[in-house]
């Protein structure tokens, strides 16, 4: 029997430029998942990048009320834990195809806020980020504040989970998610290059074999991703 029960991810939608007053923006959708993300260029850096002449792009991440089957709270009293791991993710990962020097003394925040979540809302707010991130860029070097492209390659992301059958399934939905042995989290860059895998065991510990399948489904599967991000980025 095979490892892999499905290698293609749910249907991906990016729609650009949404938002008006924000300088690069997307709705994602990964099948019913719909993140809102919008890339807002700042010129300041944080206080310990002064002077340095070089930049920072950084992520923030929210679930809004309705996104769940379960009215969500907004957080008022600041992120809850969960909210400050994804943005941290978000930013980690925006970070690793950017590069600092040519985006000059300026930041770039990306807010993702979820829609509707039905699995791997953090996987696509990062894939989405990128779409938002190249727009925000892209005006950058239309307004000529910036001489060449900072953005080194394409970045996306996606969940890759094990059934209790064992088999390999590609961006999970929730009820999927809710039910595997295992989920993983993987960012990837479009020269196959690993950013982050988080991965847990929920249920039974995976092998080897098993991680191994997860991470060659993940990296067949983001090709579908890349050239959504092409295509969106194109028109």
Known sequence: MSLIKRSEPRPIKFTKNINPYAQGS????????????????????????????TGWVTGEYNMLPGSTHDRIRRERKGASGRTQEIQRLIGRALRAVVDFKKLGERQIIVDCDVLVADGGTRTTSISGAYVALALAVEKLLKAGLIKETPLKEALAALSVGIDKEGQIIADLNY????????????????????VEVQGTAEGEPFSREQLDAILECAKDAMKNIFKAQKEVLEQ
């Not at 990964?30 to 002077?51: C, D, L, Q, S, Y």
């Open 26 to 53: 997307v709705l994602a959708e990964f099948g019913n998942t719909k993140v809102h993300i919008t890339a807002t260029v700042e010129e300041n850096v944080p206080p310990w990048m002064r002077g340095t002449g």
């Open 175 to 194: 009820e999927e998610d809710s039910s595997c042995e295992a989920d993983v989290n993987i960012v990837m860059t479009e020269s196959d290059k690993f």
